[in-house]
């Protein structure tokens, strides 16, 4: 069960639990919250290992940029991903669901319907990251595939489904770094397409989605090494 609340300017949705996720994220504000490591440490997004009382917690701060009349027009009629996301794991978590990180928070910070800073506090999963095996073993590739399917049969989409995005955990396969984005035909292709292409998977489903998107992706590699050709020639 998620609950909602106002934090200052934010907009709080968390998951009902013993531990006090509103005061991580408040500890977190003051920054009172020790970060243990940082993973990523771009422009728009930071993904940080945090502790609180013993138990650590990776927290996502992602700020959009760029496009933002697009962001905030869109956000007048579409369901933010975000929001989307902690609600879907929540509801896989409550049907006893585990291949995915739990999501415990997701602070706003909101203009409107627009949100211009969004802050996770994610599951840690410790383990090995998939990028971390030179050669991933067929064993884990076929648990990949099971993990994507239940992923799928859950109307979840990855969106991402590469290396960097799996962890081998003492509890199997999990799977981070989810899209809340709609459930479509198109979007479970893309993700069966990134198997096959950054894990070399054959055994996945083809239906007419994939051959469509693999088409379409053979026409663009086309025209691309076309305009290289031409380029070529007209270049002296
Ligand atoms: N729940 C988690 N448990 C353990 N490690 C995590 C978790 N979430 C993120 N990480 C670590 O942080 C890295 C980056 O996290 P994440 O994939 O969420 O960021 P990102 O900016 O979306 O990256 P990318 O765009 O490359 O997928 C992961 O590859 C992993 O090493
Ligand atoms: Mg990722």
Redesign the pocket.
Known sequence: MLHKTKYNNLTLCFKESRVPYNEILEDFVHLRLPIRKV??N?DN?K?M?VQHQEQLY?L?VFKPNGKKIERVLKSFFRKDYFLSLIQLNDELWSRGMRFQ?DVYLLAQRKQGPYTDLYIML??????T?L?EFDVIPEVIKQDLVHNMALLHQHKLISG?A?K??F?LSEHGLRI??LSGKKFTRRRVAEDRLALESRFNIKEIERDFSYYLLKAKFHLRQKIKSGKHVLAKMFAF
């Open positions: 993973f990523r771009k997004t993904v290992l990776i996502k990180n994610n599951e840690y999963i410790p383990g990251v990028n991402d590469h960097g995005n962890i981070i770094d």
